[in-house]
C-alpha cells in the first residue's frame, strides 16, 4: 500500500507572517497590548487590592479603543491593509472590550457564582458578536464594499461598563460596598450591578440595527 503524502508546511512561517504587517496592524496589537495590560492589572487588583492596579486598568481600556478607532483610519489613509487585519481586530476586540472589562467586574467584587455566570455570558456575547460580524459584512455592505450598519451593539460600548465601574470605584463602591448590595439565590450570591453585563451582551447579539459612520 502507498504511503499517503504528507502535506507541505511553508517555510519561515513567522518571518512571512511579520512581513505582512502593516501600520495600522501594529496600532491593532497595541489595541491588544493594552487589554491584556488592563486583565493583569485587574488580577492584581484582586491579590492586593492596589490603588495603582484598578487605576491601570482604567487607563488602559480608553487607550484600547483609541487603538482600535485609529487602526481603521490609518489603514484608509495609508490605503495599506494585510490579510490578518480584520481577524487582528477582531481577536483584539475580545480581549479589550470582552474579557478585560469581565475581569474589572469581577475585581471590583461581582464575584458570585450568579455573577460569574453572567459575566461568562456577557464574554460569549461578545465573541458571537464579532463572528456574526465577520461572517455577514459582505452582505450588509453596499456596493462600495462599506458597511452600511451593524446588528447588535459594537462590543467597544462595553465601556460604558468601565465608566459605571469607574464612577462606583471612586465612590468606593465595591467589594461588600457595590451598589444594589449583594443578595443570595439558591446555592450563589448574585449582585444585582451584574445586571448590565446581561444587558449589554444580549443588545451585543439582538438584531437592533446600528447605523455605522
Not at 38 to 59: D, N, P
Not at 110 to 136: E, K, P, Q
Not at 145 to 152: F, P, R
Amino acid at each position: 500500500m502507498a504511503s499517503e503524502e504528507r502535506p507541505k508546511l511553508p517555510g519561515k512561517v513567522p518571518f512571512s507572517m511579520i512581513r505582512t504587517f502593516v501600520l495600522a496592524d501594529v496600532i491593532t496589537l497595541g489595541n491588544a497590548f493594552c487589554g491584556t495590560g488592563a486583565i493583569l492589572a485587574s488580577m492584581a487588583f484582586v491579590r492586593a487590592e492596589e490603588r495603582s492596579a484598578a487605576l491601570t486598568a482604567f487607563i488602559l481600556l480608553p487607550v484600547a479603543l483609541i487603538c482600535d478607532v485609529l487602526d481603521g483610519s490609518v489603514a484608509r489613509w495609508r490605503r495599506k491593509s494585510s490579510p490578518l487585519g480584520g481577524d487582528l481586530d477582531s481577536l483584539a476586540d475580545v480581549v479589550s472590550f470582552g474579557v478585560a472589562p469581565a475581569a474589572l467586574g469581577f475585581a471590583l467584587g461581582m464575584r458570585g457564582g450568579w455573577d460569574g455566570l453572567a459575566l461568562c455570558y456577557f464574554v460569549a456575547c461578545g465573541i458571537s458578536r464579532l463572528a456574526r460580524f465577520n461572517v455577514t459584512a459582505s452582505a450588509l455592505s453596499d456596493g462600495t464594499g462599506k458597511v452600511k450598519y451593524y446588528e447588535g451593539t459594537p462590543i467597544p460600548t462595553s465601556l460604558l461598563l468601565v465608566l459605571v465601574l469607574g464612577i462606583a470605584y471612586s465612590q468606593g463602591a465595591t467589594g461588600d460596598a457595590l451598589w444594589f448590595g449583594a443578595h443570595t439565590l439558591g446555592p450563589f450570591v448574585f449582585h444585582p450591578l451584574v445586571a448590565m453585563y446581561l444587558v449589554s451582551g444580549s443588545l451585543m447579539i439582538s438584531t437592533l440595527r446600528i447605523p455605522k459612520p
